[in-house]
């Protein structure tokens, strides 16, 4: 409950911070590094945007302008489908300088995303670049610690805790007052990054939705939570230790597990519990698995033999060249469908391996907020690695329908004799519509944290609530 003792120690603790020229130091020069994480975001974002707007028009411009083709000529041609860039991803970058943002379609097979960034770099280095999701998650904690580690032990200390006391000021006054000078710091410090960020998303035009301040009012929420969840945590320590020494050294240390050590621990543990197929195991699995199957352009494979007794049989006659539709165009067809069935399921498989690993890393959540604070924030801005996913699969959806249309061209517009010398009209080219990507709603980007968001929340409420009992008010007036 906010009375006067409380605000009387909440002016009183601002002022005193106001006083301290290193602290000041320290906010101004995080504040100039926010800037410039905010400015190099959105200089990379205008770059990205502007590359592969540029490269997707020129493709089309390469597809209509090709001449008269045979279609599975065409098919082999091939295409590119590339990953429009959120938003928001100059906010935070989430994966994106880690995975492809364009993928070459073509017949009979799906190929990865090329063109990522620095998809050479280590594990250990992932997600450490400079942004500003990156800087509040991991340094603006540290200048928490350094305002408020001698909050209570320092108090102890100086023997102004034992004064306190004998003013009828309760710990409970105390904690609370301390606490919102420190939330109002936060507030001041971080809130005009996110104004920045909802001008610049604004100004991107177009790929700017009425979802992105919706989207910003939530990440500014969760990085205020972050911020208490801090504060709580520094307060916590300063009240069980008597020395400010010990209790900064105390929660650096747990700054250190909790945002670089335990975050790369969980993930190297996930892997191993469930490990996914790498790319080029990945790619040899569906090979080995078409081979079984059916090779479509072996005229004496068994499956594609079988094939061709069906369907002489479906149009009652006794060769290929009595059907009224070119046989090769059927088998083409029947080749590509069974090779996307075989993709399907070895992708599907890799999805449910992403996913465990997932769900292991939030069992943590409650333990760890910056892992869920993290996760949350790449999935507001759409750059974690389900929104990857699902842009390899509109990706793999679009090369499929383009290929069967292909193949349906050499069906029906390709007689049988003569196959490979023909040619069809090049205005057909025109009829096939161009890639676009098309980013998930809000709804979809939040799926995964349905409830998991309570958890650092219920963490948060039992710190502040263990700081205001009356156990840890005795516990610690008995230290004075």
């Known amino acids: 409950m906010i009375n006067t003792r409380v605000m009387k120690i909440f002016r009183h603790e601002l002022a005193s911070k106001r006083k301290s020229p290193s602290l000041w130091l320290i906010f101004i020069m995080i504040q100039l590094l926010l800037a410039v994480a905010l400015f190099t975001g959105w200089q990379q974002y205008q770059h990205n945007a502007q590359t592969q707007a540029t490269a997707q028009a020129l493709v089309e411009q390469q597809w209509e302008a090709q001449p008269d083709r045979h279609p599975h000529r065409v098919a082999h041609f091939g295409h590119f489908a590339f990953r429009t860039p959120s938003a928001l991803s100059f906010f935070d970058l989430g994966v994106n300088s880690w995975v492809g943002n364009s993928i070459f379609l073509e017949a009979h097979k799906q190929n990865s995303a090329n063109f990522a960034n620095d998809q050479d770099g280590g594990t250990l280095l992932r997600f450490s670049e400079l942004s500003t999701a990156n800087i509040l998650l991991t340094i603006w904690p540290l200048l928490i610690i350094a305002l408020g580690f001698a909050s209570i032990s320092g108090e102890q200390k100086s023997g102004t805790l034992r004064q306190l006391m004998s003013m009828g000021v309760s710990f409970r006054d105390l904690i609370t007052g301390k606490s919102l000078s420190y939330l109002l710091l936060s507030v001041i410090f971080i809130l005009p990054v996110f104004i920045l960020a909802l001008l610049l998303a604004f100004s991107t035009g177009a790929s700017f939705s009425s979802e992105a301040p919706l989207r910003l009012l939530l990440l500014f929420t969760v990085y205020i939570l972050y911020c208490l969840f801090w504060i709580g945590l520094t307060l916590f320590v300063s009240s069980l230790v008597k020395a400010p020494k010990q209790a900064l050294v105390l929660l650096t240390s747990l700054w250190f597990i909790l945002t670089i050590l335990m975050p790369r621990m969980l993930a190297e543990f996930a892997h191993n519990q469930?490990?996914?197929?790498?790319?080029?195991?990945?790619?040899?699995?569906?090979?080995?698995?078409?081979?079984?199957?059916?090779?479509?352009?072996?005229?004496?494979?068994?499956?594609?033999?079988?094939?061709?007794?069906?369907?002489?049989?479906?149009?009652?006659?006794?060769?290929?060249?009595?059907?009224?539709?070119?046989?090769?165009?059927?088998?083409?067809?029947?080749?590509?469908?069974?090779?996307?069935?075989?993709?399907?399921?070895?992708?599907?498989?890799?999805?449910?391996?992403?996913?465990?690993?997932?769900?292991?890393?939030?069992?943590?959540?409650?333990?760890?907020?910056?892992?869920?604070?993290?996760?949350?924030?790449?999935?507001?801005?759409?750059?974690?690695?389900?929104?990857?996913?699902?842009?390899?699969?509109?990706?793999?959806?679009?090369?499929?329908?383009?290929?069967?249309?292909?193949?349906?061209?050499?069906?029906?517009?390709?007689?049988?004799?003569?196959?490979?010398?023909?040619?069809?009209?090049?205005?057909?080219?025109?009829?096939?519509?161009?890639?676009?990507?098309?980013?998930?709603?809000?709804?979809?980007?939040?799926s995964p944290f349905s409830l998991v968001w309570l958890l650092p929340l219920l963490v948060v409420l039992a710190m502040f609530g263990t700081l205001n009992s009356k156990g840890m008010q005795r516990r610690v007036y008995a230290t004075v």
């Open 274 to 446: 469930y490990p996914h197929q790498k790319r080029n195991d990945f790619e040899l699995a569906i090979k080995l698995d078409n081979r079984k199957v059916g090779d479509s352009h072996n005229p004496n494979d068994p499956y594609f033999n079988k094939f061709k007794e069906e369907t002489l049989k479906k149009y009652g006659v006794s060769t290929v060249e009595q059907l009224p539709v070119n046989y090769r165009g059927l088998v083409m067809q029947e080749g590509e469908k069974l090779n996307a069935e075989i993709y399907k399921k070895h992708y599907e498989n890799q999805l449910a391996q992403f996913a465990a690993q997932q769900r292991f890393v939030s069992q943590f959540y409650w333990l760890n907020p910056y892992l869920f604070v993290r996760d949350f924030s790449m999935a507001l801005t759409r750059t974690d690695t389900r929104h990857f996913l699902d842009f390899e699969q509109q990706a793999e959806a679009h090369r499929y329908a383009r290929i069967q249309k292909l193949n349906q061209l050499h069906t029906n517009e390709i007689h049988h004799h003569n196959d490979s010398d023909q040619r069809i009209d090049k205005s057909y080219w025109q009829e096939f519509e161009a890639f676009s990507y098309r980013s998930p709603v809000l709804s979809w980007s939040l």
